[in-house]
């Protein structure tokens, strides 16, 4: 008897311990939890390195899965606020020597499970999963994948003072697989991809994200989140373990082949003319980029391909007298592009053109960043800033550099400065010098900014800014004309900001001194003094159909350096969230006075609403409209203006999605009722997926200011962000008027037939 109660205690202790593991096991299955829920705020989690290969499929049979770090207890972040989600998910993670490997485990109905087949970085509105790394612990700048039910990534590198990067891209692995329970999903990065200290065991910031829109937009993470900080990558867990690994130091080799042939008519005012066609032109270029070690990377390439698969989408320039600011997509920028990011655009990259040779190095420590950039351009963009215009010329060859360095301080603060020069190789020079600032007052509050110095040596042409010989600025001081003038100039900005849970407002003072000008950043005006502040206080609902709404307002005054008034502006605005297919409304009214041309318009008023929701996971839509009373400026009178946005998502099938939109302007005289102008721009753009690398896109385009019509197809085969084939064209359809019968018809102007190979090796 004595022997028979220790057996028993035995078999009924492994009895026990069998069945919570069972119990655990099955409530895993089923996505429910055995323990009470509890938000956890910046969790850690040690790993350890996988014993057995990881093959990226998004099985989760691998045996490596079976010891990674599990990551579970997530919370809903947004709209709640760190409240128990109401599907289950967990995270795993380990690695190798060459990768990290994560895997997403998100219980929910297949059936509602929203995804789209498409080309990398294009899905949006789907379900999807992210990891978020740190790798450097400082809240400066972190990784960002993700990746949707059917495998498609989307990458970002996000910096503390651009915020997020959409044109950024790495080289990394991801599938997935929708099953009876949900979706599942397996990411590959490789340590080529990324920058991390050079230390033998890693400590990195990490947060692993699920998104989940259904009738609100919901996303829950791994780490719960204080509203009252807004240091959030401060707020993320940390994953210890990771030992021995080393980013690459191999060689990526870049080489592309581009062709094109163009063709327009002779005479663009006659439609009868003959339509030239050039000779086939082709370029080669290379592009090389080597990590020296696991904290500086240089990069450099002959005739870099500066293309761009997708055009700008036309803007309406009808009442603007400054020039366009356009996005970045082009790749070579890729690589320390938060470095170059300040307050004021110092350096806008597009302002390097058509480079023959560029080279970049860029480099991270423990707390300092630093990049350098040079370029000698073949056809130099030249901004001139005016008082409320601005003017683009073609100056010609100029070699451009730029030098950044920027250093953490305390948890959250930064000191950086940024220094550029541009000269032309027949004379003439532009050069800037800035310091800046962000530092972190306390967990809602903190103060930014940024002071420059600038000095214009202008180039000795004065065939280049030919008719401008009559405009002069800064008092009349200098002239606008290419005639060798010297000067400096200088710009500050400040800023005193709050972002807590619920009231946010921040105030603003910057300048521009009437002799301020860069030749690699983004000022289209000068001489000014600005003054603005705005405020807002968020209102959450816990239950019922209104989720959020968001009161506040902004005011601006602006004058110039003469104590001049230039501006003035008092706008009140709401938005609002439902619970209702992920809907939002907005209003606001705007009530202002400005100075056009020496001429003071008052009594100026604008009242704007937009609305849109996903109606379904295949339908949704935008929708604004504004109308008040504003200044035509090119014309000089008042004029009640009417704008009208309507946009549209359309997704048929998980293959197909048409994007549709039309910008509707018009402006009548505030007195006489006379029409000032009145146009709209059209744009649909058809994206169909025939499997992860081959995709079809036709974009089609009418600008009735300009009476074009843009026919844009394109073919593209795409293996990496890098390694891609594609063939497109380009056809413009001008609405001309026949010299003999002053009847107008349609008649192809121009067209362009394109294409580009291009491979990555990685060495």
Request: glycine share 8%.
């Amino acid at each position: 008897m004595k022997k028979t109660l220790p057996i028993l205690g035995a078999v009924l202790k492994s009895t026990v311990v069998a069945a919570a593991g069972i119990l655990f096991l099955i409530s895993t299955a089923l996505g429910t939890k055995t323990k009470p829920f509890e938000p956890v705020f910046q969790p850690s989690l040690e790993i350890f390195k996988a014993v057995d290969a990881v093959k990226v499929d998004g099985d989760l049979s691998d045996r490596a899965w079976m010891s990674a770090g599990r990551a579970d207890n997530f919370v809903e972040r947004s709209p709640g606020e760190n409240v128990e989600p109401e599907v289950y998910t967990e995270a795993l993670i380990t690695y190798d020597d060459d990768k990290l490997y994560v895997a997403f485990v998100c219980h929910d109905d297949p059936a509602t499970i929203r995804a789209t087949m498409c080309q990398r970085d294009q899905f949006y509105g789907d379900d999807a999963v992210c990891l978020l790394v740190d790798t450097y612990g400082d809240a400066a700048w972190a990784y960002e994948f993700f990746v949707n039910p059917y495998g498609i990534q989307k990458d970002y590198l996000w910096s503390s003072i651009a915020g997020e990067d959409p044109g950024y891209d790495l080289i990394w692995e991801s599938a997935a697989k929708i099953t009876d329970s949900g979706y599942q999903v397996e990411m590959a990065i490789p340590f080529t991809s990324m920058r991390f200290p050079n230390k033998e065991v890693q400590s990195w910031k990490v947060d692993f994200w699920r998104n989940r829109p259904r009738d609100s937009y919901k996303q829950f993470s791994w780490a719960a989140y204080d509203r009252n900080e807004q240091c959030w990558a401060c707020q993320w867990g940390t994953v210890d373990g990771i030992t021995n690994v080393r980013p690459g130091k191999g060689v990526e080799l870049l080489p592309t082949v581009v062709g094109n042939q163009y063709g327009q008519l002779a005479d663009m005012d006659d439609p009868n003319s003959a339509f030239d066609n050039s000779d086939p032109d082709g370029e080669f270029s290379i592009g090389g980029k080597y990590a020296i070690s696991s904290d500086l990377t240089v990069e450099a390439a002959y005739n870099p391909d500066f293309s761009q698969i997708e055009s700008d989408a036309a803007q309406i320039d009808v009442n603007t007298t400054i020039a366009l600011f356009y996005p970045e997509r082009r790749p070579f920028f890729q690589e320390g592009s938060d470095i170059f990011r300040t307050l004021f655009n110092s350096f806008y990259t597009r302002m390097v053109n058509d480079p023959q040779f560029a080279a970049k190095l860029t480099g991270r420590t423990q707390r300092n960043s630093i990049g350098f950039m040079t370029a000698l351009d073949e056809n130099t963009p030249y901004m001139i800033p005016l008082h409320e215009s601005s003017i683009i010329l073609n100056s010609k060859k100029s070699l451009v550099n730029a030098f950044r360095g920027i250093r953490t301080v305390g948890s959250d603060s930064k000191l950086g400065f940024i220094l550029t020069d541009r000269r032309w190789t027949e004379g003439g020079s532009g050069s800037i010098a800035a310091v800046d600032y962000d530092i972190r007052l306390s967990n809602v509050y903190s103060i930014d900014g940024q002071w420059i110095l600038s000095h214009t040596d202008e180039p000795h042409d004065t065939g280049l800014t030919e008719g401008l010989e009559g405009l002069r600025f800064d008092d009349g001081k200098h002239t606008v004309a290419f005639d060798g003038e010297s000067y400096f100039g200088h710009a500050f900005i400040t800023r005193f900001l709050r972002f807590s849970r619920n009231w946010n407002f921040g105030f603003d003072y910057n300048q521009v001194s009437p002799s301020y000008r860069t030749q690699t950043g983004y000022d289209p005006t000068m001489n000014y003094r600005n003054a603005d502040g705005w405020q807002n206080y968020t209102f959450r609902f816990d239950d019922g159909i209104l989720e959020s709404i968001r009161p506040g307002f902004f005011w601006q005054y602006r004058w110039n350096f003469n104590g001049i008034p230039k501006s003035g502006q008092i706008n009140l605005n709401t938005t609002a969230n439902f619970r209702i297919a992920q809907s939002y409304a907005g209003l606001s009214y705007n009530r202002s006075g400005e100075r056009v041309a020496g001429i003071w318009f008052d009594d100026l008023w604008m009242l704007d609403l937009d609305v849109g929701s996903n109606l379904t996971a295949e339908i949704g839509y935008d929708f604004s409209v504004r109308h008040g009373t504003n200044v035509a400026r090119r014309l000089l009178v008042k004029g009640d203006e009417t704008g009208i946005f309507f946009g549209l998502d359309l997704k048929p099938f998980d293959r197909l999605v048409i994007e549709p939109w039309v910008n509707y302007l018009r402006s009548t005289n505030h007195e006489t009722g006379e029409e000032l102008y009145e146009g709209y721009i059209a744009r649909s753009r058809f994206r169909y997926q025939v499997n992860r690398q081959f995709s079809v896109r036709l974009v089609v385009q009418y600008n009735d200011f300009a009476e074009r019509w843009e026919v844009d197809p394109l073919f593209t085969y795409r293996l990496s962000p890098f390694s891609v084939f594609y063939i497109g064209s380009t056809y413009d359809y001008d609405n001309m008027i026949e010299p003999t019968s002053e009847q107008k018809s349609w008649e192809l102007s121009s067209r362009q037939f394109f294409m580009k190979l291009s491979y990555l090796f990685q060495i």
